[in-house]
Every structure is written in structure tokens, then in C-alpha cells.
């Protein structure tokens, strides 16, 4: 079983276009990504944390409609 680990923020753009995301585009204060009628903030850091990553999941999880379990996100690289 995987664990979940830390994921560069290119990493994590690459694989939510994986998923069907589109983008990044600018916003005002971050850029977002755009699947269907959903926005998803992508906020600056160079590298996001697991509990950073795991709340962003959790939105993106929800605009998708499905579970993501760590060896899924792991099997997008």
C-alpha cells in the first residue's frame, strides 16, 4: 500500500491534467484549473505537503466524483 508523499507543483499540474483538468490559466491571485463548470485553485508553493495535498485532493475528489487513493495519484506520474 502507498503512502501518500509530498508532490512538486508541476508534478501535481501534470497529473490533474491526467484527470481531465485543463489549464493553468492566471487568476487574480492564484492560477486555476478548469474541469467541466469547476475552478480549482493552484496556489504558488514550488512543493506542496501532504496535508496541503491531501485538501486539495479532497476538492478535487469532489468535482470528479471519485476516490483517489494514494497508489492512483501515484500511477498518474
Known amino acids: 500500500m502507498s503512502r501518500w508523499r509530498r508532490c512538486k507543483r508541476r508534478d501535481f499540474v501534470n497529473r490533474l491534467k491526467k484527470l481531465g483538468f485543463v489549464g493553468p490559466y ?3 491571485k492564484h492560477q486555476f484549473m478548469v474541469c467541466g463548470q469547476h475552478r480549482l485553485a493552484i496556489p504558488s508553493n ?4 501532504v496535508p496541503q495535498l491531501r485538501i486539495m485532493l479532497q476538492e478535487v475528489e469532489q468535482i470528479l466524483g471519485y476516490r483517489i487513493s494514494a497508489e492512483d495519484w501515484e500511477h498518474l506520474k
Open 46 to 49: 514550488s512543493e506542496y505537503s
Open 26 to 28: 492566471s487568476g487574480t
